[in-house]
Structure formats: C-alpha cells, structure tokens
Nanobody, 125 residues
Framework: QMRLAESGGGSVQAGGSLRLSCAHP????????VGWFRQAPGKQREWVAA????????SYSKAAKGRFSISRDLAENMVYLQMSSLRPEDSAMYYC??????????????????WGQGTRVTVTS
C-alpha cells in the first residue's frame, strides 16, 4: 500500500522557521496534487497548502500565505513545506496528503486518498 512519510517537525520559538518534508511514491500519472494539512489539539484538521503537478502550481490557506512556501523535488519524489515567521497558533500535527491523478488541487480532505502519519510542530512563545 502506498504511503507518505513526513519528517522535519520539532519545537521552535515564535518567529523561527522549520522545513517539513514529505516522501511520496513515484506517481504513474503526470497530474497529481500533494498537500499539507494540520490538526491542533481539540480542533478539526485544516488544509494548509498544496502543490499541483506537473505545473508546480502552489496554493495556500489564508493562514499560510506569505509565511509558508510549498515546493517539490521531482527526482527525489519529495514535497517540502518551508514555514517561516512561525506563531504559537501554528502548533499542530502536520500531515502530508496526496491525490494521485488529480488534475487540480482541492482543499478538502476527501479528495486526498494517500496520507502520512504526521509530524508534530510546536511553536513556543
């Protein structure tokens, strides 16, 4: 069964940066979407960002825009989420998710069929 694997989480002070990594399988289609979601304790999981293959077209939530950047490495089958100017409210479990064959990136969980186990991000004030 294809899975995704996140890494790069940790604890950082407010204002700091972290880069999350997502290892994904080699997709058979050129059109795919890989995204990041997060879930804070007691809250619903929310979409953060996504990147559409093959155009490398990024999309961001309001909370992420201007502070986070999503990118990918085609050769390594990796997607990254560079997070800067982190705030305590960014603390959450971050999940990578993929929509293999998806020709456009959606922000709803139901469109993503592959998920990772998550990596925790803690931002201290």
């Amino acid at each position: 069964q294809m899975r995704l694997a996140e890494s790069g989480g940790g604890s950082v002070q407010a204002g700091g940066s972290l880069r999350l990594s997502c290892a994904h399988p080699a997709f058979t289609s050129a059109d795919n979407c890989v995204g990041w979601f997060r879930q804070a304790p007691g809250k619903q999981r929310e979409w953060v960002a996504a990147i559409q293959f093959p155009e490398d077209r990024p999309s961001y939530s309001k909370a992420a825009k201007g502070r986070f950047s999503i990118s990918r490495d085609l050769a390594e089958n990796m997607v990254y989420l560079q997070m800067s100017s982190l705030r305590p409210e960014d603390s959450a479990m971050y999940y990578c998710a993929a929509d293999p064959g998806g020709w456009t990136c959606a922000s709803e969980e139901k469109y993503f069929s592959l998920w990772g186990q998550g990596t925790r991000v803690t931002v201290t004030s």
